[in-house]
C-alpha cells in the first residue's frame, strides 16, 4: 500500500497516510478539523536503476547461450593451428 503526503491549508498540518490505492482522498484535517487537506506530490522511496532489473535478474539466469558453448571456439582452434603450421 502507497503512503501519501497530505498538507492543511488552513493550518499548514503536514502528515502521511497509508492508504489503498482505491481509498477516497481524504478531506478533513485532524489537527483542526477544516475541510482543506490537499495531497502532496512526493518522491517515490525507491529507485529502479541500472540496465534493466527484468534483462539482468530474469531473462538469462546467468546461463550461456547454447550457440557460443563450443563449436565457435573449436573452429577458431582449428583455422589458428593449420595457418601456424604453414
Known amino acids: 500500500m502507497p503512503i501519501y503526503e497530505y498538507k492543511c491549508k488552513a493550518c499548514e498540518h503536514k502528515f502521511d497516510k497509508l492508504q489503498k490505492i482505491n481509498d477516497p482522498v481524504l478531506k478533513d484535517c485532524p489537527d483542526c478539523g477544516e475541510s482543506e487537506l490537499v495531497k502532496l506530490v512526493s518522491a517515490a522511496g525507491f529507485r529502479l536503476k541500472g540496465t534493466g532489473w527484468y534483462e539482468t535478474d530474469f531473462k538469462n539466469s546467468g546461463k550461456k ?3 557460443s558453448s563450443g563449436s565457435d ?4 582452434s582449428t583455422t589458428k593451428k593449420s595457418t601456424s603450421t604453414n
Do not use: G, H, I
Not at 571456439?73 to 577458431?76: E, L, Q
Open 65 to 67: 547461450p547454447k550457440e
Open 73 to 76: 571456439s573449436s573452429s577458431k
